[in-house]
């Protein structure tokens, strides 16, 4: 199994474009998560799916933040527009079951200038 | 509201020595599962281990074991004969099960540096 594939890796960013962050799960994992790590902040949980159904985006920071998960083998994340302080490395995870013991992916390490 | 506390923030300490990394845990639910992840410099997280709140049993994987003790809502970490290769950031995890979604909260990580 590949593990759980994120891309970009790296992307830059002008403030004010819109910016699309890619997530395929492991197969067969029917919970897939969005966290975003910063110094700050720590790690910290956007949204959750479960069955391709978002449970939880109470972590979702405000509407300029968007997530969809259109089949079991992908998710997005798009932030319409970003801003510098959306800079971050966001991590999706995904798992077997709800209670976690996540899979996470390499991570995209974002950067809005 | 559930909290993760990692009271270490930075640890060091030389090869082959055994270090402990401390993690307590604030839940109200009475199901919930913990979980320690590994964050090297390279940045990816890695999955260390899963418990939940009804098997108290330590594990012990390789050099790695895990002390689990409700009555103190802990769930501490230990190295032994500690590696350069074990220098990361760990991050202790609290996952409570109940009802509606999943709350998941990370506590703040605890640095390591194993130095040779």
């Known amino acids: 199994d590949a593990g759980v594939i994120q891309s970009p890796r790296h992307e830059v960013t002008e403030m004010g474009q819109e910016v699309t962050l890619r997530c395929k799960p492991i197969?067969?994992?029917?919970?897939l998560f969005w966290y975003r790590q910063t110094m700050m902040r720590g790690l910290e949980l956007l949204i959750y799916?479960?069955?391709?159904?978002?449970?939880?985006d109470s972590g979702m920071p405000e509407d300029r933040f968007s997530a969809k998960m259109p089949n079991a083998s992908f998710s997005t994340l798009k932030i319409q527009p970003s801003e510098p302080r959306d800079s971050a490395v966001y991590f999706c995870?995904?798992?077997?079951?709800?209670?976690?013991?996540?899979?996470f992916g390499s991570g995209t390490r974002l950067t809005v200038v | 509201a559930q909290k993760v506390t990692q009271a270490q923030t930075e640890i060091s300490v030389v090869e082959k020595e055994d270090v402990t990394l401390d993690c307590v845990y604030e839940t109200r639910d009475t199901t919930y599962y913990l979980f320690w992840y590994k964050q090297p410099p390279s940045g990816e997280l890695v999955f260390l281990i899963r418990?939940?709140?009804?098997?108290?049993q330590n594990e012990i994987s390789g050099r790695y074991s895990w002390n689990f003790q409700k009555s103190t809502s802990s769930f501490n970490f230990t190295i032994t004969a500690s590696q350069v290769v074990d220098s990361a950031v760990y991050f202790c995890?609290?996952?409570?099960?109940?009802?509606?979604?999943?709350?998941?909260?990370f506590g703040p990580g605890t640095r390591l540096s194993v130095l040779p």
């Open positions: 995870a995904s798992s077997p079951d709800r209670a976690g013991g996540y899979t």
């Open positions: 197969s067969g994992h029917n919970s």
């Open positions: 995890a609290l996952s409570e099960a109940s009802s509606y979604g999943q709350n998941f909260v």
């Open positions: 799916f479960n069955n391709n159904v978002p449970i939880d």
């Open positions: 418990r939940n709140s009804f098997d108290e």
